[in-house]
């Protein structure tokens, strides 16, 4: 079976000049790789015949399917419409449905239809309408030669309701499509490098009908199994193999896959083991508990927590001793023991989270160098400490610290041996 | 003069498959803008060796600057660097600068490079090394027949440190540009259709070279004003004599001009000052001083503060009192000015910010429904209480409660009359 492939193309200038924010063909291009329809490009133009006319004979000789979203507005600006019957050698005329549409439309809007408006109500003669109950523009589908292009208002909810109502639909009753299935695996704690090298053997053995991609963002990487053929179940178990295969190379570092978020994960945890938490920030300055505070229903376990910035609140709010911070610093492994014993004592939690270090950009010495971090976990049996290095701006250092001793957390909830 | 166009070309699969949001070709896009360089199409491609090979071919056929990011991680899914050595007819070498620098970049971290990342310093023999201080990708420079071609990676931060630093002042080297003088007003506090009725007079006056945008962000509306022209001594007066005009009709609300942030502009007010801060915070639970402690150098006038999440730690760190809690609840004026005053003398500094309020999604009741947020700033004279209705998520309620409170301190320290 040969792939079915699409392209989506935005029309309008203010999209071009980053005046706007195109979240239509993030969402069109997920729907159409949810139903198997491989999106092999994505285009802006502006508001010129010119350069709409181009794209749509390029995309007309790549594409089974062009989607074209934009320009369809009813003033001036808004040429999709004339170039479309120019491109198909057609021309406009008032199509008698969608003019009663149309005017009912802004009947119930307690207004009178205007010429201008009238003129949304105009396709080109070889367009199937498609009704838009959201909007005063229609969509439009046109399969010319061996292309189907779909025309769709480029207002959000009006181009999602269309393709979800209309467009996906007669996509599917159009073509023979493959069926895809998706699998991601999210790790943190490890490079994207050094998790290529530890799983390089296994990735080389996937079979050609399973790809492997790399998605790295701050501190995590996300692994995504992208596998294509023609019965899910059968995917879904084939890919459920390799995941098994793969998953002895890297779980400690593996906390979930798919949907699953980081603190979502670590919440879960927390509620699941009746255990309660409270944190002591010096370099995360609040941070980390915004992170466990951003989870509805974390009054569950979280108890509260102190940024104490100064010397004076680690003592006083903390407990921690005036002569360790002299002889250690603030940030040292006595410090941060403290501070994490001090917290979990003063909020009577079965944890103690603590962060102490140099974010940047100032701040650093010979010694202790911007990116020195101690982060310590307090438990009822006993204080993990651990130093990190970093290396990245003051807002990164502050995340990377942040979600470092949240994986401790996550490791220690789960008897994971830490490194 | 000849208008300069450029193309922006995103490589990756993920961004096709709707898997990731492409926020890079926006602020492309914007920034080209800004120095005069009309992009006239944005594509997104696969990745795909023979899809990357022909889209080069079309951009440099239609302009002048081409822009390509992603596709440079050291994993083998990553094959922009190979594809260009391919288009240009040449090879990759390893550049001995970007070797240093990328050793360098993993020592720092404590860690051994590795032959993958290694790879990260081979450029193809024709590009410009343009050394990238955020990341182990190096950005590329190549000047080929009549087109500039740019490689820069994908990973957001990097790519806007690569175009900020290097490629748009090489760009106006290399062009003879318009003179276009941008002068940003930003405000906060105020709605985007309630300001646009504050200053539409002015607005309808504005002469035709000089044009207005509104670009809303949560809770902030910034007013950017764009002349066009050929001198920018001239223009810069033209800019600066509408701004002195329309400042009476809305000062209290601008907080700052061009690349101010809001959060710097406060900090900077309180380091004048010369007064000290400390903070309470519920529902904010930690993202209030962590706006604060985001600043670098906010160690002179930021002392500390507690995340009370539960009435416990409002009773026992910030001195609530019980029948206060009982009698009003967590989220009222008289607990909320408890906390004020309370975190304000337990750190003994000059203000105390106080947040307690129902984030959401949960936990709303019919006389507190979800949204409700008070917030308080106590000072040696008063303490001033704000109750605000929200209707965000949970994570806006957040942040609109934290910047919210944040202005009220800006107007104290300014001695703007509150609203």
């Known amino acids: 079976m040969n792939t079915i492939t699409a392209e989506i193309i935005t029309i309008g200038d203010e999209i071009l000049f980053g005046q706007i924010t195109d979240t239509?063909?993030?969402?069109?291009?997920?729907e159409l790789s949810a139903i198997g329809v491989r999106t092999i490009r994505k285009s802006s133009v502006g508001d010129h015949k010119s350069e709409i006319l181009r794209i749509l004979a390029e995309a007309e000789q790549r594409a089974d399917i062009v989607i074209i979203t934009g320009g369809?507005?009813?003033?001036?600006?808004?040429?999709?419409?004339?170039?479309?019957?120019?491109?198909?050698?057609?021309?406009?005329?008032?199509?008698?449905?969608a003019l009663v549409f149309v005017t009912e439309f802004f009947r119930k809007r307690g207004r009178e239809i205007t010429d201008i408006n009238k003129g949304q109500a105009a396709l080109p003669l070889n367009a199937t309408y498609i009704p838009n109950t959201r909007g005063t523009a229609p969509g439009m589908w046109f399969q010319e030669r061996n292309t189907i292009f779909v025309s769709l208002?480029?207002?959000?909810?009006?181009?999602?309701?269309?393709?979800?109502?209309?467009?996906?639909?007669?996509?599917?009753?159009?073509?023979?499509?493959?069926?895809?299935?998706?699998?991601?695996?999210?790790?943190?704690?490890?490079?994207?490098?050094?998790?290529?090298?530890?799983?390089?053997?296994?990735?080389?053995?996937?079979?050609?009908?399973?790809?492997?991609a790399y998605l790295p963002s701050m501190s995590m990487v996300k692994l995504r199994l992208t596998a294509t053929g023609t019965n899910v179940d059968v995917l879904e178990k084939e890919v459920q193999e390799q995941v098994i295969k793969?998953?002895?190379?890297?779980?400690?570092?593996?906390?979930?896959?798919?949907?699953?978020?980081?603190?979502?994960?670590?919440?879960?945890?927390?509620?699941?083991?009746?255990?309660?938490?409270?944190a002591a920030e010096s370099c995360t300055g609040g941070y980390l508990?915004?992170?466990?505070?951003?989870?509805?229903?974390?009054?569950?376990?979280?108890?509260g927590g102190v940024v104490s910035y100064s010397n004076e609140?680690?003592?006083?709010?903390?407990?921690?001793?005036?002569?360790?911070?002299?002889?250690?610093g603030a940030v040292s492994e006595e410090t941060i023991r403290e501070m994490a014993?001090?917290?979990?004592?003063?909020?009577?939690?079965?944890?103690?989270?603590?962060?102490?270090?140099?974010?940047?950009?100032?701040?650093?010495?010979?010694?202790?160098?911007?990116?020195?971090?101690?982060?310590?976990?307090?438990?009822?049996?006993?204080?993990?400490?651990?130093?990190?290095?970093?290396?990245?701006?003051r807002e990164q250092n502050i995340h990377q610290s942040a979600i470092s001793l949240?994986?401790?957390?996550?490791?220690v909830l789960l008897n994971i041996p830490l490194d």
């Not at 003033?75 to 005329?93: M, P, Q, R, W």
């Not at 998706?182 to 399973?210: C, N, Q, V, Y």
């Not at 010495?365 to 651990?386: M, N, S, Y």
């Not at 949240?406 to 490791?411: E, Y």
């Open 153 to 212: 208002p480029g207002v959000p909810h009006e181009m999602i309701g269309l393709m979800t109502d209309e467009i996906i639909p007669r996509l599917k009753q159009s073509f023979e499509l493959p069926v895809i299935y998706h699998k991601m695996i999210k790790t943190i704690g490890i490079g994207e490098s050094f998790l290529a090298e530890r799983i390089e053997a296994w990735e080389d053995a996937l079979p050609s009908h399973i790809k492997l």
């Open 406 to 411: 949240l994986n401790v957390l996550r490791k």
């Open 24 to 30: 239509n063909t993030q969402w069109i291009g997920a």
């Open 72 to 97: 369809l507005g009813p003033t001036k600006d808004d040429i999709t419409k004339t170039t479309l019957c120019e491109y198909f050698g057609t021309s406009l005329a008032i199509h008698e449905e």
């Open 341 to 393: 014993e001090g917290v979990r004592k003063r909020f009577q939690t079965t944890f103690g989270l603590a962060t102490s270090g140099i974010a940047g950009p100032d701040g650093g010495t010979a010694e202790k160098p911007v990116g020195t971090v101690w982060i310590a976990l307090a438990t009822p049996q006993q204080t993990i400490t651990k130093k990190l290095t970093l290396g990245g701006t």
């Open 313 to 328: 609140a680690k003592m006083h709010t903390l407990g921690v001793q005036e002569q360790t911070l002299l002889a250690h």
């Open 246 to 278: 793969v998953l002895p190379l890297i779980s400690p570092y593996v906390f979930g896959y798919d949907s699953d978020e980081f603190e979502d994960v670590v919440a879960e945890l927390l509620k699941k083991s009746g255990q309660s938490l409270s």
């Open 289 to 303: 508990s915004h992170l466990i505070t951003k989870i509805p229903g974390c009054s569950a376990y979280f108890e």
